[in-house]
């Protein structure tokens, strides 16, 4: 009986030593596979693909989030003063202008627009024989509904113009500014008629296209 038992001792010893070494080959094959899989970033797509689902699933059951597409935010640039030079009344609401905005990268910026006045006018200078005569452009950074202001009270604008120029003496004419002193008064004179019948100016500055004192 003790030689029965020594011999299948002696069988099992070997069989161990087998099956111990098939293990540990299979745990050094797992975690060769695992490191492969790791370092060829597989562990992340796997993560990655299931945090996609998981929000897909997410926003499908959140009422109103399908098919929704992103809305791009609107920013309001207000220019202006209150004396008619961009007042801020320069929104779209209501139907008046809106400024009209380049696309420049590096600060905000608006944009020019002008129009000439086709007829010149012709004033007398106060206490001379003298006249003036000028052609008008004007210029703004709304849109056009400026413009269609201008040309639809045009009768009014021009009658107030010439009643700024009849108000030039021949001491004003001589002042080194006097062309840049008549723009302003007429640029305000301008603003003020638009904000009266259409509630808005508008009107950035005005430029004399011909200038004549004779």
Not at 50 to 56: Q, S
Not at 68 to 80: Q, T
Not at 147 to 153: A, I, M, Q, R
Not at 196 to 214: A, C, L, N, R
């Amino acid at each position: 009986m003790a030689d029965e038992q020594e011999e299948g001792e002696k069988k099992k010893g070997p069989l161990l030593k087998i099956i111990l070494l098939v293990v540990v080959v299979l745990v050094l094959v797992g975690v060769a596979v695992a490191a492969t899989l790791f370092f060829t970033g597989f562990f992340d797509k796997k993560a990655a693909e299931a945090v996609a689902e998981a929000v897909e699933q997410e926003q499908g059951e959140a009422p109103g989030l399908q098919g929704a597409k992103p809305v791009a935010a609107k920013s309001a640039d207000a220019a202006g003063k209150g004396d008619g030079k961009g007042d801020g009344k320069g929104d779209s609401k209501g139907g008046k202008p809106a400024p009209k905005q380049k696309a420049t990268p590096d600060k905000v910026r608006f944009e020019q627009t002008y129009l000439e006045l086709e007829r010149p006018l012709l004033a007398n200078v106060t206490g001379s024989r003298k006249v003036i005569q000028i052609k008008l452009a004007i210029m703004t950074y709304y849109d056009d509904r400026v413009f269609n202001n201008v040309k639809k009270h045009e009768f009014a604008l021009r009658s107030a113009v010439l009643d700024v120029m009849r108000q030039a003496t021949e001491a004003d004419i001589n002042k080194p500014v006097f062309r840049t002193e008549l723009a302003e008064k007429i640029r305000l004179t301008i603003n003020a008629l638009l904000e009266k019948y259409e509630d808005f100016g508008g009107i950035e500055e005005v430029h004399f296209t011909e200038f004549v004192v004779q």
